[in-house]
T-cell receptor, first 110, second 114 residues
Framework: GQNIDQPTEMTATEGAIVQINCTYQTSGFNGLFWYQQHAGEAPTFLSYNVLDGLEEKGRFSSFLSRSKGYSYLLLKELQMKDSASYLCAAFTGGGNKLTFGTGTQLKVEL | KAGVTQTPRYLIKTRGQQVTLSCSPISGHRSVSWYQQTPGQGLQFLFEYFSETQRNKGNFPGRFSGRQFSNSRSEMNVSTLELGDSALYLC?????????????FGPGTRLTVT
């Protein structure tokens, strides 16, 4: 079966760095997505990792280890607007099917 | 380039009725995937259409169906609505091609079943 785990909630301070972890057990794994979703809005694409390693995109970075079934999203210089749900999703191929975790609700405080 | 559009944005239906939701992908994208999002279950995959063919299907009852037209626009239909079908229905379009698997979501249709 498909299983994706991520913490339910995290709290961090404005200006700080936060790391959101995601572990997965899936069949036919082809890559790992991260999305950001603000309350009442659609998910917006943040990153897509296929190969092991770190990919940096501005304040956001994403890491993947295929052998460990592990990924993380790193957010630097946190801003209040980063308060949102962060969704980890495994791309399992056989078409464009994504299996999502339940999301990590990040709260950024002053 | 215009993003993914979904209509209607909000819908209220009664148990037993049926509903049709529409999704227009990003221009040039040929794959459309549908997801259901609820507070309890999160985002769950319904099905995916590519070139008018259903390519993948999630674990939903047969009341949930879809189709795709030659212009890549897609519709999903839910028949005999149940209270538990109240959810945000999201569609996502994918460009396809090597290394181009990013899925971009539309704003969603919020369905309330009373």
């Amino acid at each position: 079966g498909q299983n994706i785990d991520q913490p339910t909630e995290m709290t961090a301070t404005e200006g700080a760095i936060v790391q959101i972890n995601c572990t997965y057990q899936t069949s036919g794994f082809n890559g790992l997505f991260w999305y950001q979703q603000h309350a009442g809005e659609a998910p917006t694409f943040l990153s897509y990792n296929v190969l092991d390693g770190l990919e940096e995109k501005g304040r956001f970075s994403s890491f993947l280890s295929r052998s460990k079934g592990y990924s993380y999203l790193l957010l630097k210089e946190l801003q209040m607007k980063d308060s949102a749900s962060y969704l980890c999703a495994a791309f399992t191929g056989g078409g464009n099917k994504l299996t999502f975790g339940t999301g990590t609700q990040l709260k950024v405080e002053l | 380039k215009a993003g993914v559009t979904q209509t209607p944005r909000y819908l209220i239906k009664t148990r037993g009725q049926q509903v049709t939701l529409s999704c227009s992908p990003i221009s040039g994208h040929r794959s459309v995937s549908w997801y259901q999002q609820t507070p309890g279950q999160g985002l769950q995959f319904l099905f995916e259409y590519f070139s008018e063919t259903q390519r993948n299907k999630g674990n939903f009852p047969g009341r949930f169906s879809g189709r795709q037209f030659s212009n890549s626009r897609s519709e999903m239909n839910v028949s005999t609505l149940e209270l538990g079908d109240s959810a945000l229905y999201l569609c996502a379009s994918t460009g396809g091609g090597v290394g181009k698997n990013e899925q971009y979501f539309g704003p969603g249709t919020r369905l309330t079943v009373t």
